[in-house]
């Protein structure tokens, strides 16, 4: 099984900040997917195929990687990118999702 | 619009089995491949497995002995069957829809199963 890692776990960012969340995989992948998950609500696709955004996802939103690193990359926070971000990966079998990273604005 | 609504008991105890239904509306479940994943308190997120449209299944090694992902094309739902449950089975169930690249694309609001005796 591939075991994606995401670091931070925790993030919190003032308006305007740039952030990026790492995904580490435990063996090379192909590429990744991300979810954003506001609290309440279901995990929305934000970005797939490593930095294609999702229909309706800002532009300041990016997402880069290969191998067993990929980044989702916000240039300019927004008080309503809060939530919960996940990666998952499919290149291995089973499908897996890293471990999260929760993102507040200050 | 794609939408997906699971639906099922709340509440199971330790050694039953939990089963849920997935109802799709505006697309059809002989396209694409349909999935079930969980997220437990902590927010541990897990693949569970899938039907295809073709009505093949593929399931998380993990849960292979205990699990049975089912369909009624008829009735555009596919179901999922956990059995002997115990309060690691604990958790919030979703359903979604797979697409090409194996990313999930549409999610159902899900819905949360406590194992409680």
């Given at each position: 099984?591939?075991?994606?890692?995401?670091?931070?776990?925790?993030?919190?960012a003032?308006?305007?900040?740039?952030?990026?969340?790492?995904?580490?995989?435990?063996?090379?992948?192909?590429?990744?997917?991300w979810?954003?998950?506001?609290?309440?609500?279901s995990?929305?696709l934000?970005?797939y195929?490593?930095?294609?955004?999702?229909?309706?996802?800002p532009?300041?939103?990016?997402?880069s990687?290969s191998?067993?690193?990929?980044?989702?990359?916000?240039?300019?926070?927004?008080?309503?990118?809060?939530?919960t971000y996940?990666?998952?990966?499919?290149?291995?079998?089973?499908l897996?999702?890293?471990?999260?990273?929760?993102?507040?604005?200050? | 619009?794609v939408?997906?609504?699971?639906s099922?008991?709340?509440?199971?105890?330790?050694?039953?089995?939990?089963?849920?239904?997935?109802?799709v509306?505006?697309?059809?479940?002989?396209?694409?491949y349909?999935?079930?994943?969980?997220k437990?308190?902590?927010?541990k997120m897990?693949?569970?497995?899938?039907?295809?449209?073709?009505?093949?299944?593929?399931?998380?090694?993990?849960?292979?002995?205990?699990?049975?992902?089912?369909?009624?094309?008829?009735?555009?739902q596919?179901?999922?069957?956990?059995?002997s449950?115990?309060?690691?089975?604990?958790a919030?169930?979703?359903?979604?829809?797979?697409?090409?690249g194996w990313?999930l694309?549409y999610?159902g609001?899900?819905?949360?199963?406590?194992?409680?005796?």
């Amino acid at each position: 099984e591939t075991v994606l890692t995401q670091s931070p776990t925790t993030t919190a960012a003032s308006p305007g900040e740039k952030v990026t969340i790492t995904c580490r995989a435990s063996s090379s992948v192909s590429y990744m997917h991300w979810y954003q998950q506001k609290s309440g609500a279901s995990p929305k696709l934000w970005i797939y195929d490593t930095s294609k955004l999702a229909s309706g996802v800002p532009n300041r939103f990016s997402g880069s990687g290969s191998g067993t690193s990929y980044s989702l990359i916000i240039s300019s926070i927004e008080s309503e990118d809060a939530a919960t971000y996940y990666c998952q990966q499919k290149s291995s079998d089973p499908l897996t999702f890293g471990s999260g990273t929760k993102l507040e604005i200050k | 619009e794609v939408q997906l609504q699971e639906s099922g008991p709340g509440l199971v105890k330790p050694s039953q089995s939990l089963s849920l239904t997935c109802s799709v509306t505006g697309y059809s479940i002989t396209s694409n491949y349909w999935g079930w994943i969980r997220k437990f308190p902590g927010n541990k997120m897990e693949w569970m497995g899938y039907i295809s449209y073709s009505g093949s299944t593929s399931y998380n090694p993990s849960l292979k002995s205990r699990i049975s992902i089912t369909r009624d094309t008829s009735k555009n739902q596919f179901f999922l069957q956990l059995n002997s449950v115990t309060t690691e089975d604990t958790a919030t169930y979703y359903c979604a829809r797979l697409r090409r690249g194996w990313e999930l694309d549409y999610w159902g609001q899900g819905v949360m199963v406590t194992v409680s005796s």
